[in-house]
C-alpha cells in the first residue's frame, strides 16, 4: 500500500502458477484490491510493458528500486460485478460441472461464470492461462469435475491422468 501511494516502482519475484515458475519483474503498483480471500495488486509492469494482475501471495519479496512514476491518468475501473480478470476475451474458456465438495476451485481461481443446477452442481467457466494450467486443475479436481465445453477439451482429464500414470510406469 506504501509503494501505491508513493507510486514507487518495485522488484519483486512472482510466482506464475500456469507456468510454475518464479520471474524477476520490475512493476509500479496501481492499486490494491481483495476478491474471494485473496489479495490482488494492479500494477503496470516492465517486463511485459503492460498494466498486470498480480496475486499478493505469490510475491515471494518486495525490494524498492528508488524509482518512482507518475500519477495514474487511468480513471479507476467502473464494474459493480467484481474484477474483470481477462475482459479482453483473448485468453480460452472452459466449463466445468462441479460436484459441492470441488467448491474451491471457484473459489481459489478467477472465473467468468458461475451457477448452480437443480442437483447442486456448480457449472463454471474458467478463463484458461494455458493448457498445461488446465490439465492440473483437472488431475486435482479428479472425478468432481466433468468438462462441459469445448468439446475438445472433454477427454482431457482423461488422457492427462493416463499420461501421469504412464510416466510412472502404472499405465
Do not use: C
Amino acid at each position: 500500500t506504501t509503494a501505491v501511494r508513493r507510486i514507487e516502482q518495485m522488484e519483486v519475484p512472482y510466482w506464475t502458477a500456469s507456468r510454475d515458475a518464479v520471474t524477476e519483474r520490475v512493476v509500479t503498483p496501481r492499486r490494491i484490491f481483495s476478491d474471494h480471500g485473496d489479495w490482488y495488486v494492479i500494477a503496470d509492469d516492465q517486463r511485459s510493458g503492460e498494466r498486470r494482475t498480480f496475486r499478493v501471495d505469490r510475491i515471494e519479496a518486495l525490494r524498492p528500486t528508488g524509482e518512482f512514476d507518475e500519477p495514474d491518468d487511468e480513471p479507476e475501473p467502473v464494474n459493480a460485478g467484481g474484477p474483470q480478470w481477462f475482459a479482453d476475451g483473448g485468453l480460452p474458456q472452459v466449463t466445468l460441472r462441479l460436484r459441492p465438495e470441488a467448491r474451491w476451485a471457484v473459489e481459489r481461481y478467477p472465473v467468468d461464470d458461475v451457477r448452480e443446477d437443480r442437483r447442486g452442481r456448480i457449472i463454471a467457466t474458467f478463463p484458461v492461462a494455458s493448457r498445461p494450467w488446465l490439465e492440473r486443475l483437472l488431475v486435482r479436481l479428479g472425478p468432481t469435475a466433468e468438462v462441459v465445453k469445448p468439446a475438445e477439451w472433454k477427454a482431457l482429464s482423461a488422457e492427462t491422468a493416463r499420461r501421469v500414470l504412464a510416466r510412472y510406469g502404472e499405465g
